[in-house]
């Protein structure tokens, strides 16, 4: 194996530097024109190199020269385009072979500039022209396709006649509108801050390719589709407490107790000292713990529409919530004898209920990142 591997090195790479008449061989004349021409221009005494740029110039105009004639004999407009892309890579050719050195390069030169300006001028007139039919479709498929004619003309010549002003109006009239807005259909009156806060959900980061979605109404366009955030149900829950209460004792020492012999005297141990017995005593603490909650959910539908046909294309359902939720715990006797853990909760302290509105702000919140979420998923649903 690792005799192998050098080889295969060597290998690619001779594969990769195929020589100039390798690419002759096999009719790649431009990829031949340009290796032989680098090894001339290395060492212009390379014979061999020259004579195969030769033959590769010549086999080269001869089938671009066939080529433009077999396209104009068609009569095509459409084949200008392909027409001046011959003519500017006969010319390329030939600066080519201009800037080698004279050591037996053999060709006509040829001022093609008049033939490239003709092809030129016809590929942009025919593009533009394609441009301006599509567009008399009033078609926003077509205005996407007389778009790249448009842009096809201005690559051919940059300032073709008004080509910038067609482009824009090919580009307004291509585009899909969206409107994103948030409708109220619960029973519960919906927090004003709430509707504002969906109603701003960033949508200009929506924007692709041909699709344009907007938040608030711009009265210079027309909107193709609706995306409607419909708020269906509003509920929030009455405040809410429950407890439990448990009571916890434990063994704590309480003094001692002598041992006593037959006699009623203390006994001693072989040191003489007094034996005593601990004692010990229950303590005990009631604990009652509880769990203050409130909920807010909001539930909608996220609808696509078609605005030509007023269709319902598409729905999916939202639900968003948001929970208060707090533990605390009271105590009644000996907090001694409570657990670890209990004393861990002796900080713990009820707190103020949030009113409805906070709450449903909140979740409309929630469900603000939501709309986003699905926005983003269907941004391609829409063309």
């Not at 006969?90 to 004279?102: E, G, I, N, V």
């Not at 593009?127 to 778009?147: I, P, Q």
């Not at 067609?166 to 927090?191: C, S, Y």
Request: charged share 30%.
């Amino acid at each position: 194996m690792k005799r192998l591997f050098p080889l295969l090195i060597i290998l690619a790479f001779l594969a990769s530097c195929a020589s100039s008449s390798k690419e002759l061989e096999t009719g790649d004349y431009d990829a031949a024109l340009k290796k032989s021409a680098k090894k001339i221009s290395k060492n212009p005494g390379n014979f061999e190199e020259v004579e195969v740029f030769n033959d590769a110039y010549r086999m080269a105009n001869k089938r671009d020269h066939a080529a433009i004639n077999q396209l104009k004999q068609k009569g095509d407009p459409a084949n200008w385009g392909k027409i001046y892309g011959l003519y500017m890579k006969l010319k390329s050719h030939q600066d080519l072979a201009l800037s080698l050195p004279s050591v037996g390069v053999q060709f006509q030169e040829i001022d093609y500039s008049s033939e490239i300006n003709t092809a030129r001028n016809n590929a942009a007139e025919y593009a533009y022209a394609k441009g301006d039919e599509l567009m008399a479709k009033n078609d926003r498929m077509e205005a996407r396709k007389a778009f790249n004619f448009y842009n096809e003309s201005k690559g051919f010549i940059p300032d073709f006649k008004d080509v910038d002003e067609k482009i824009a109006a090919a580009k307004r009239a291509g585009m899909t509108n969206v409107f994103f807005r948030i409708e109220d259909h619960a029973e519960m009156l919906v927090p004003q801050e709430m509707m504002q806060q969906i109603q701003s959900v960033d949508v200009n980061d929506l924007d692709k390719g041909w699709v344009n979605y907007d938040s608030f109404i711009d009265t210079t366009l027309l909107y193709h589709y609706s995306v409607i955030l419909s708020v269906k149900l509003i509920e929030v829950t009455p405040d809410q407490l429950d407890k439990n209460s448990a009571l916890e004792k434990k063994e704590v020492p309480d003094g001692f107790d002598y041992v006593l012999d037959a006699n009623g005297n203390v006994t001693k141990d072989s040191l003489g000292n007094d034996i005593k017995i601990p004692r010990f005593k229950t303590i005990q603490c009631t604990v009652t713990r509880y769990h203050q909650t409130k909920a807010a959910r909001i539930t909608s539908d996220m609808e696509y529409y078609d605005n030509g046909t007023d269709q319902l294309l598409k729905k999916e359902p939202l639900t968003s919530e948001s929970l208060f939720e707090n533990f605390y715990l009271l105590t009644l006797g000996n907090v001694e004898a409570l657990s670890e853990q209990s004393k861990k909760e002796l900080n713990s302290k009820p707190l103020p209920y949030p009113y409805d509105d906070a709450m449903v702000i909140q979740a409309g919140e929630t469900m603000k990142a939501m709309a986003k979420d699905i926005l983003v998923k269907n941004k391609d649903f829409l063309k």
